[in-house]
């Protein structure tokens, strides 16, 4: 048998923002206005931070307004809602993210859906996650439409493929399966409570995990020739001291296996930020006719409160 095409996340997400910066200029030349996104993040933890910085670097890159607020991990609700309700008022802002997880005192829920359905870059809100259920046009989730796009470098055609998700987030896993239906695949969702996790696999064209556990898909799990994408980001300790990431999947093994896999790094991450800039062009298009932005790059640093 031979191995699994490597499915070039990095490479397909350049692209992607190639096409989104010509997009952005191309709305400035025209109407004036620069995409702005603003991400909040509380909390000191180092992963986050990671990711915040990311999205900051490539908004950044592809010409977009970038605005992170650092507030302290004790921030009350009431302030971060109060942040939230002048972002989503201010015409320089057309996508807002809070990052994820936040503090227990806080409702996640609450502050998600006082987010304006129009700049919820995530998809989070209920609003765009009815949307998203019923077929009807919204905000989908980063991650989810990044595989998607991934998948569809590999497959024609992926209507009556038997596709396996592993976890049933709401960031990952419910919106996954959704877009996997979406394209008549016959889904199932696989879960900590699940059984015979092997055997669900075994039957999977397309294998989609989310589940944050580092080799949990082994070699012998996987039918040959399936799709295998690879959402999991675990923080691992590498020999040189500095800090890596791993996925779901035992990648030596399963790419004797699989006909297509993503690696991690390198696979669904770069993606993610791609479709979260994507998701900003398009709000930024709903909301035309207002502000152009000021400043490009802004980074507002909140008092301990
Ligand atoms: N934390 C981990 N993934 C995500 C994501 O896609 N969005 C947000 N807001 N937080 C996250």
Avoid at 12 to 24: G, T
Avoid at 223 to 232: C, E, L, S, T, Y
Wanted: proline share 6%.
């Amino acid at each position: 048998m031979t191995a699994a095409k490597i499915i070039d996340g990095q490479a397909i997400a350049a692209r992607n923002r190639e096409d989104i910066a010509r997009e952005v200029a191309e709305m400035f030349n025209r109407d004036g206005v620069v995409p702005g996104l603003a991400v909040i993040l509380l909390g000191d933890d180092p992963a986050s931070h990671v990711y915040v910085r990311s999205k900051r670097k490539f908004a950044k890159d592809v010409g977009m307004k970038s605005v992170v607020h650092l507030l302290p991990a004790e921030t009350s609700e009431a302030e971060l809602l109060r942040l939230i309700d002048q972002l989503n008022n201010d015409p320089e802002i057309h996508g807002i993210l809070v990052q994820l997880p936040l503090p227990g005192h806080i409702d996640k829920n609450a502050v998600i859906n006082a987010i304006d359905p129009e700049k919820d870059v995530d998809g989070f809100h209920v609003e765009n996650v009815g949307r998203l259920a019923t077929g009807q046009d919204g905000m989908t989730p980063c991650t989810p439409l990044g595989c998607m796009i991934l998948l569809r470098t590999c497959l024609d055609d992926l209507a009556g493929r038997k596709a396996l998700v592993i976890g049933h987030s709401n960031i990952v896993g419910k919106p996954m399966a959704r877009l996997l239906l979406g394209a008549f695949c016959t889904v199932t969702i696989a879960h900590v409570k699940t059984k015979n996790l092997d055997d669900e696999c075994r039957a999977a064209d397309i294998l989609i995990t989310a589940a944050g556990q580092p080799n949990l898909v082994k070699g012998d799990w996987v039918k040959p020739g399936a799709v295998v994408i690879d959402v999991g980001i675990t923080r691992i300790n590498l020999p040189d001291g500095k800090i890596g990431i791993t996925g779901d999947v035992d990648f030596d093994a399963v790419k004797q296996v699989a006909g297509h896999i993503t690696p991690v790094p390198g696979g669904v991450g770069p993606m993610t930020i791609a479709c979260l800039l994507a998701n900003t062009l398009k709000a930024a298009k709903g909301l035309i006719g207002h502000a152009a932005a000021s400043t490009l790059d802004v980074e507002v640093d909140h008092p301990t409160v």
